[in-house]
C-alpha cells in the first residue's frame, strides 16, 4: 500500500518560470492538504481541498499560486511566474476523511529551488 | 489567530541523556498532535493526545497533555542518534488544516 507520493523531489526553476507539484494521495484517501515549509518557520498550512473541490484555501497567496484535485489524477499545486522567495519545500498531506483526530499521511515533499 | 509556541527551539545532547520538549498554545487545543520529521522527509505522527491530564508512551517517549489542554510535553528518555529530527507539535481542530508550531530540532550525537 504505496504511500503518499509527491513528484518531483526536486525541482530548479529560474525566475518567471512556472512550477508544477504534484502529489498522490493514499489509496482510499480523498483529501489533500498542501503545506510549505520553510527553515526555522515550521510548516505553514496552504489548501485543503477534496476531490474536485477547494474547501479552504485560507493559507494561498492570493496571487500566483493555485490548487486543483480532479476526479482522477493527482492534486496539482501550481505556482507561476515563481519568484525567489517561492524557494521552500512544499509538502502534501492526505487523509481519509477530515477533521479531529484523523491522521494525516505527510509525502516526502517538494524541494523547490528558484534562481 | 492559534499561536503554537515550542521550546527549546534547538537541543544537542549526547546519547544516553533524558530530554524534554514543550508546546504550548495560545488557546484552548481540539487535539494535540506530536509528530517527528526527519531531514528531507515528511512529517510521521507520533502520537494524538485529547483529554486534559493524559499521559501516553511510546517506548522511550512519554507524552503528557496539562490538564488545562493548552500546553504539552514530550519527555525522551536515553536517547539515541535515531532520534535525531525535527520535533512538531499540532492542532487538529474538526474541519479545518492541523496547525503547526515551528518545533524544536533536536540533535543526539553518539
Known amino acids: 500500500n504505496a504511500g503518499v507520493m509527491q513528484n518531483p523531489r526536486h525541482l530548479v526553476r529560474r525566475r518567471g518560470q512556472e512550477a508544477r507539484l504534484r502529489c498522490s494521495p493514499m489509496?482510499?484517501?480523498?483529501?489533500v492538504y498542501w503545506y510549505r515549509q520553510l527553515p526555522e518557520e515550521g510548516l505553514k498550512f496552504m489548501v485543503y481541498l477534496q476531490k474536485e473541490n477547494i474547501i479552504d484555501e485560507s493559507g494561498m497567496p492570493k496571487e500566483r499560486f493555485s490548487a486543483e484535485f480532479p476526479k482522477e489524477g493527482p492534486s496539482i499545486l501550481r505556482i507561476q511566474q515563481v519568484v525567489r522567495g517561492d524557494s521552500a519545500a512544499y509538502f502534501c498531506a492526505s487523509s481519509p476523511a477530515p477533521g479531529a483526530g484523523e491522521k494525516l499521511f505527510f509525502g516526502s515533499g517538494t524541494q523547490l529551488s528558484v534562481l | 489567530t492559534q499561536l503554537l509556541e515550542q521550546s527549546p527551539q534547538f537541543l544537542s545532547i549526547q546519547e544516553g541523556e533524558n530530554l524534554t520538549v514543550y508546546c504550548n498554545s495560545s488557546?484552548?487545543?481540539?487535539?494535540l498532535q506530536w509528530y517527528r520529521q526527519e531531514p528531507g522527509e515528511g512529517p510521521v505522527l507520533l502520537v494524538t493526545v485529547v483529554t486534559g491530564g493524559e499521559v501516553k508512551k511510546l517506548k522511550r517517549l512519554t507524552f503528557q497533555f496539562g490538564d488545562a489542554r493548552k500546553d504539552s510535553s514530550l519527555h525522551i528518555t536515553a536517547a539515541q542518534p535515531g532520534d535525531t529530527g525535527l520535533y512538531l507539535c499540532a492542532d487538529d481542530q474538526a474541519g479545518t488544516a492541523l496547525i503547526f508550531g515551528k518545533g524544536t530540532t533536536l540533535s543526539v550525537s553518539s
Open positions: 489509496k482510499g484517501h480523498s483529501h
Open positions: 488557546s484552548v487545543f481540539s487535539s
